[in-house]
């Protein structure tokens, strides 16, 4: 398997074969990455194929309003952009465009290699050698600040013929570097990770307003983002934010109580160790702690943090994590747009 990702702080190449191909493997993945052809007639048909991608993506609005609420929270800004471009900016992309983009960006001292699995250390370490060695450092470019503005547009509405109403509500996150990470994973688990969740329990088993809610946190180098995501009957679009407005006031303003903490920081915990069971998601987890925090956390010291994290510490990060200054809404969905001055005020808790 051979596979390649881009997110908003890194981009992996990846590949899972058995150990006695390793070698092999090594010397592809520097060949793609040192000295790729980009050949004309392939850039078109890639060039194609992402921008049948973009196109698909406005054709899924669960999918669009999780890109609209980075816009909304990261207005004009990296952190606010898809990391696939826009059809504009992909249809004009040319080849020495990429070619300027991999000199200045894919350097030598800016490369992690990471191998796991039944392999020898010391053959790893000689064939990285062998194949790199050459391979001159460079001067690192360095990332525009992306902290979230105060003072910006709250909410955005796309209108489109749609059976459901969809929502995305995004309050401030914490960095990974943060102390208040930790906290963030519990708030996330509590509120919105799986079937026990309170917005799970409340929204859709007591009052019955979504078939489809959770939530889920964006962690970045410098700030973040914790969003709750929801598919709701138009008719219900204002009572469930009012619901998860009503679910931030609750973490806000009571103590997570203890028994629920002990079960969620289990839940994480066993998060943690699952999303570790195969040698992939251990390669990527290696390195991708060497390429954003410059250093590898163990992780048991990271389930350390988690286990430590007390209920005043939830109650003290939502506080002004989930401060009606910070609150977004993005919605894509029949509603029409002259109600977004409304749903503003819900989101103040008006």
Not at 143 to 152: A, I, M, N, Q
Not at 307 to 331: G, K, M, N, Y
Request: glycine share 6%; hydrophobic share 40%; with cysteine.
């Amino acid at each position: 398997m051979f596979n390649g990702s881009t997110s908003k702080e890194i981009t992996s190449y990846t590949a899972r074969v058995p150990g006695e191909h390793l070698p092999v493997i090594l010397d592809v993945l520097a060949d793609m990455i040192r000295h790729p052809l980009f050949e004309p007639a392939e850039i078109e048909k890639e060039r194609s194929v992402i921008i049948e991608e973009l196109s698909a993506t406005r054709d899924d609005p669960q999918e669009w309003v999780n890109l609209l609420i980075d816009e909304v929270m990261w207005p004009n800004l990296p952190l606010g952009r898809d990391d696939a471009g826009f059809v504009e900016t992909v249809a004009q992309l040319d080849r020495q465009q990429m070619l300027n983009y991999l000199d200045k960006h894919y350097l030598p001292n800016s490369l992690v290699i990471s191998v796991a699995g039944n392999i020898d250390h010391g053959r790893v370490i000689q064939a990285t050698e062998r194949i790199f060695k050459d391979w001159e450092a460079g001067e690192k470019p360095g990332w525009k600040e992306s902290l979230p503005p105060r003072d910006t547009l709250p909410v955005a509405m796309i209108k489109k013929e749609t059976e459901q109403t969809n929502i995305c509500l995004a309050t401030l996150g914490a960095a990974y570097t943060s102390p208040d990470y930790y906290p963030l994973l519990l708030i996330n688990a509590v509120l919105g990770d799986g079937m026990s969740s309170r917005l799970f329990q409340t929204l859709r088993e007591e009052q019955g307003l979504a078939y489809d809610i959770g939530s889920y946190f964006n962690s970045y180098s410098e700030t973040g983002s914790v969003v709750i995501s929801a598919g709701v009957d138009p008719s219900q679009t204002a009572p469930a934010i009012k619901a998860i407005i009503d679910e931030l006031h609750r973490l806000c303003e009571t103590p997570v109580p203890a028994e629920e903490l002990k079960r969620t920081k289990a839940y994480v915990r066993g998060g943690i160790l699952l999303g570790l069971e195969g040698t992939q998601q251990v390669a990527g987890w290696l390195g991708s702690q060497e390429s954003l925090r410059n250093k590898i956390m163990d992780v048991n010291e990271m389930i350390a943090h988690v286990d430590a994290v007390t209920s005043q510490d939830i109650q003290r990060v939502a506080q002004f994590c989930f401060a009606p200054e910070w609150r977004r809404l993005a919605i894509i969905g029949p509603d029409d747009t002259d109600q977004a001055e409304r749903f503003g005020q819900l989101l103040k808790g008006v």
